[in-house]
């Protein structure tokens, strides 16, 4: 009887995964060979495959493979695709409507998600970071942000928390990064912080070296996006942790795997949070960061 017991649970526990490690397995799609997307790939690997990294997993590579991948994912009758970045998020999407797609590393999540699509998005809730925020910077009670209309959304959502929060949300809409500059000398006198939001049509290397410098000169704190953007002249940066995003897809594939509906799993924000702080800016700006929150950082550049 005990022997039997012992059986039905270990099935229950390994079912998901059997499923899944079956004929076909799991396809997934990078779309392309970058740090941040092999860390997510991992994670995700950890989290279906266990300790005993059993279980097949195919990996494609759009940027090599390109519209060949569709015929070899066809090819391999996978039980589910992960699609890792927004490339191959997008073309698992357009491309996959008879197997579950289960995406990480991409903003905007909802627009991605369908009957048989979900996932992770890259996005921090915007509350976390400001209330971390608060703590570094407790006298900061306005908050620059420059949008496009590509990021009105996420300009919304900050303008909202700030309101629930006792803070001012200062915004100003601009089309590309090119008229970043002029934006914020428009407005470095109204605000005690700048808050960097996604958005590729605003933010590329060109434009936020001037923001950077702008804000240092101006003694304005710049809250980044990545720990690249803390090492280069922000004062705090937050970012997901990239391979707990591929956890968290991994987990949602295993509930999939145990007959869960793709559309009954609404997507998912990153559940941990990496935070970078740069003394050396902080000292520049006269900014003392509380012990506590050193302690916290991910990484500290001194």
């Given at each position: 009887?005990?022997?039997?017991?012992?059986?039905?649970?270990?099935?229950?526990?390994?079912?998901?995964?059997?499923?899944?490690?079956?004929?076909?397995?799991?396809?997934?799609?990078?779309?392309?060979?970058?740090?941040?997307?092999?860390?997510?790939?991992?994670?995700?690997?950890?989290?279906?495959?266990?300790?005993?990294?059993?279980?097949?997993?195919?990996?494609?590579?759009?940027?090599?493979?390109?519209?060949?991948?569709?015929?070899?994912?066809?090819?391999?009758?996978?039980?589910?695709?992960?699609?890792?970045?927004?490339?191959?998020?997008?073309?698992?999407?357009?491309?996959?409507?008879?197997?579950?797609?289960?995406?990480?590393?991409?903003?905007?999540?909802?627009?991605?998600?369908?009957?048989?699509v979900t996932g992770v998005s890259l996005e921090i809730s915007m509350r976390a970071k400001l209330e971390r925020i608060r703590k570094i910077l407790p006298d900061a009670r306005r908050i620059g942000v420059v949008y496009s209309p590509a990021s009105a959304p996420l300009y919304r959502e900050v303008a909202q928390q700030c309101r629930g929060m006792g803070l001012q949300a200062v915004g100003r809409e601009i089309p590309t990064g090119k008229e970043l500059h002029e934006a914020f000398d428009a407005m470095k006198e109204q605000i005690d912080l700048f808050l960097m939001i996604p958005d590729t049509k605003i933010y590329f290397p060109k434009s936020i070296e001037h923001l950077l410098m702008d804000g240092l000169k101006h003694r304005v704190p710049v809250v980044g996006l990545a720990s690249s953007y803390t090492r280069a002249g922000a004062i705090v940066s937050f970012e997901a942790d990239y391979a707990d995003l591929g956890r968290q897809a991994g987990e949602m594939a295993l509930r999939i795997a145990g007959g869960e509906k793709p559309s009954r799993i609404e997507p998912a924000r990153p559940k941990r949070v990496k935070m970078s702080i740069n003394l050396v800016v902080a000292e520049r700006l006269g900014i003392r960061v509380p012990p506590e929150i050193l302690r916290e950082a991910s990484d500290v550049y001194r």
């Open positions: 009887m005990q022997r039997l017991l012992a059986a039905a649970i270990c099935l229950l526990l390994f079912a998901p995964w059997s499923s899944l490690a079956g004929h076909g397995g799991v396809s997934a799609i990078l779309s392309s060979d970058i740090p941040p997307y092999r860390q997510a790939f991992d994670g995700f690997k950890s989290a279906v495959q266990g300790e005993n990294g059993g279980g097949r997993i195919v990996e494609h590579n759009l940027r090599i493979e390109g519209d060949g991948a569709m015929e070899r994912i066809a090819a391999e009758h996978p039980l589910l695709v992960f699609a890792v970045g927004p490339e191959a998020s997008k073309f698992a999407r357009e491309r996959m409507k008879n197997v579950p797609v289960v995406f990480a590393m991409v903003l905007n999540a909802e627009s991605l998600a369908g009957a048989n």
